[in-house]
């Protein structure tokens, strides 16, 4: 296990990031967001498709962001160099004839239930089918809170840990998501997964958390609760989570859920640089779905979480910066985060390979 | 040519930069500025002459110019150390004798038409006569708009390569400097001198840029123009132009200027550190000489555009820092550009001989 | 003597830093303060005892300052480890059972005078005899200025060279400590003690300096004074000073106060980083004790004079961090600053070779 993640500068290029949430990209609209060190541009032509290219004009490095949106085209606003959505230049002023090399790079994306999702590896090999369900944002039977976005000064992996470990609900969250300290005393049950792992975590028969406890109880649900946290982890660092509440000993855990409230939450942490990451968030879900103002309180709940997330994260991470040399101590609530950072591991040594197998080609 | 220019640590010794605006430093007044990445204290004695030595006492390294101004002399104010304008330190307070080796470096150091030119080589090589001709900055026959200046967060050849390239006009500055998009198409004329390069571009019959057509109008020229932009690109880093535009047809190419407005405008880009220039400018003209409503419209319309070509070029090193990888794509647009870093780069090359020769000498 | 003492990364382990007012930590408080380069926990267990240890929990790095305080131990807020007062950590949640090397490293900690002394070496080394005399900050019989902070964003060793150097007043101090610029040609005697140096700086006769003398008009002293600047520069970097204002040719230099007003400036330099530090500061007086008010301006002078010496410092490290090549040039006025470097570099050698020795055990 890396002591200081942030000295990592390596990104898997075999999965799929979040990149961005689908209005964030408007019609004749420039988005530069920078993934995995990577300054992407991403554009729609006339007809809505979505592209992402880099976003630096092949003549001298000028962002084609600043440049100007033209109808199925973009054009670098220095020195009008114009490039179409498969990334080549088709016009230098003052040129007959464009050499073949005017191009930049672009990159596979694909737009699913209101997440835009890129491919940082080579498009050719980019695969849709390994993007993982999150149907239930736009799925009619669900209902969702705003679309989330925060942004964290710190590497992906510190993120990761504290998703990774829902022990800290009861320090970090205990007047928002969390409750009594004896749900950080509750091991978590984690599976491998081929792409990442399967956490379990039932809590049965207790006071419900503050910030579902006014809306069980506007439901005529009170007393005490069984909750569960079942969510999958998946590279690169998606969160798709089933959580929910039904009234103590009503048999949720056995399946049966006619009495209990449901959320699919989907978060997504998508490195921006070594020292930062995008965090994209929403919680889906299956009971009062034709009320604004429950998204809305939700939401205000999440973001408020969130909020105390970043700071002690944050904290973190100066602390680590602080002091290369500080290894830090794993213990039984670690069993899901060392898991996944191995896994990160092995992905990057056979990506290493895989790479070195390629460039020693002839 | 070199790909991320801000990796460049060396600057020419043999050449003079302008350092300076003279009405910038006051009698009685101690101005500190950042040439070549050397702190520079400017000063005047008591009959007005000018000095330039490192800023920094050679006691412990406190500011000169946090010091105070003593008639001929300048005492830094930590420990009191008086110097004159020959760098020489001429007291030490509690000390009977000062020991010959208490003393800052100085600079040669010219004022020539209210620039202050310095050369930060050895002094007794500086040669007056290598300084440019930009007499008119107060020739009587042409009037001035207000002395400009700008800072830039860059490597000073981003900002040469966007003086060295008037495509940009028609991109950066459609509604100022440039004009139609036609203007980018038109190739300029490169020549080699021996300090640097000659450059002439030649627009005939075409309507005039917006910064100069409501001039044009008020003079009664209405309808097409021939417009010029021919000028020197010295080095280090100095445009002097002849710029004008005379009604379609009336002669200007061939000479005959009777019927047109000239400018000659004079720029400076001086290097501060390897991450940001001077940049100082003045547009003389041959017209409307006792209005200074016009030279204070020109000035306007100037630093609108000039604060144009900074946003494009301070986005621009922002890519260029993030990939030191990056490598240009050269295209016909920057045949001046290529050639003058070219050039750069021998001079730079026989400074460096010229430097292992005198070190080498016993 | 090193040219650039920001390059310095080590710090004496074998001494006792000031670390704070012990105000500043209050029962229930957690402190978190920088010291030579460890984030370092100051609290209070019930009894009211003090602790300090590093402020960065051993499980995966959290500060523990974000934590929680409970009675006698304190709380990690990211996960729940609990630690007690000698670092060990006695719960964490979930686990049965805590592994001895579950701990966070403790500092020797002494509250004497209302300064919090701490060691950064081994705590079984610590020896509290060694903490330097400041009784004069508790002592009924002198009237305390309010207890003083700064903070430098410069090495501690150019703070030093400030202190050891008081012919600066006639420069920096003119208006507030200083006076004539005689002050500065007096020559300082400088005597060598175990742990520093005593430095003597008697003033005869003159007229007083700003700061005193409205005081001393009030006491119905007019007329010239004799001065003196009596101290010890201790090892880290503590001031600790007699000086004062006594009528001219009274006798104070032989020995008779009893017309004199007198000063106990107790004041300790504290390196945060190797680019800045802490500095703590206090004027204990023997005369109008019974006036706060004099306290009020005194202090009022002591930061206004503060601030003029932090305004140059910080202007010195700025022209010394842009030249690392620089070389200072000693003269007279360095005796003092220069025997205080060689004296820090002597015990920084035999603290290298103490911990070879150490490190070399089998």
């Not at 300054?39 to 003549?59: I, K, P, S, T, Y």
């Not at 230098?92 to 073949?100: L, S, T």
């Not at 009503?250 to 009495?259: F, K, L, N, P, V």
């Not at 299956?286 to 939700?298: A, G, H, I, T």
Request: aromatic fraction near 10%; proline fraction near 7%.
């Amino acid at each position: 296990m890396a002591t200081n993640p942030e000295a990592q500068p390596m990104y898997m290029d075999d999965c799929w990031y979040v990149a961005a949430w689908t209005h964030e990209i408007e019609p004749g609209q420039l988005l530069s967001r920078t993934i995995c060190g990577r300054r992407v541009l991403f554009w729609r032509d006339r007809a809505g498709r979505l592209f992402a290219m880099d976003d630096r004009c092949c003549h001298r490095g000028a962002p084609l962001s600043c440049g100007r949106h033209e109808g199925d085209t973009v054009r670098c606003m220095y020195h009008g160099f114009l490039y179409d959505g498969s990334g080549r230049c088709v016009e230098i002023p003052g040129h007959d004839r464009v050499p073949p090399k005017a191009q930049v790079r672009t990159y596979a994306v694909v737009e699913q239930h209101r997440w835009v999702w890129l491919w940082i590896g080579d498009a050719a090999e980019a695969e849709p089918a390994l993007i993982p369900d999150t149907h239930w944002l736009t799925d009619p039977e669900w209902a969702c809170t705003p679309p989330g976005y925060m942004h964290y000064e710190v590497n992906c992996q510190l993120v990761h840990d504290n998703l990774l470990d829902f022990s800290h609900l009861s320090y970090v969250h205990p007047n928002t998501l969390g409750g009594s300290e004896e749900y950080a005393q509750l091991r978590s049950k984690v599976d491998r997964l081929d792409n990442g792992l399967r956490i379990t975590r039932w809590f049965m028969d207790r006071p419900p958390p503050p910030f579902v406890a006014a809306l069980l109880e506007a439901k005529g649900m009170s007393g005490n609760v069984d909750r569960w946290n079942n969510y999958n982890f998946l590279l690169p660092g998606l969160l798709i989570m089933d959580s929910g509440f039904a009234p103590a000993g009503s048999g949720a855990e056995r399946g049966d859920r006619r009495a209990a409230i449901e959320f699919r939450h989907c978060q997504a942490v998508t490195p921006e640089t070594a020292d930062s990451c995008h965090y994209f968030f929403c919680q889906p879900r299956n009971f009062d779905r034709d009320k604004p103002e429950v998204s809305e309180r939700l939401y205000r709940s999440v973001v408020a979480a969130f909020e105390e997330d970043r700071a002690i994260i944050t904290a973190q991470a100066r602390c680590l910066r602080e002091d290369a040399d500080f290894v830090p101590m794993p213990c039984g609530l670690d069993l899901a985060l060392v898991q996944f950072r191995a896994l990160i591991d092995q992905r990057l040594a056979a990506q290493r390979e895989r790479h070195a197998r390629r460039d020693a080609r002839p």
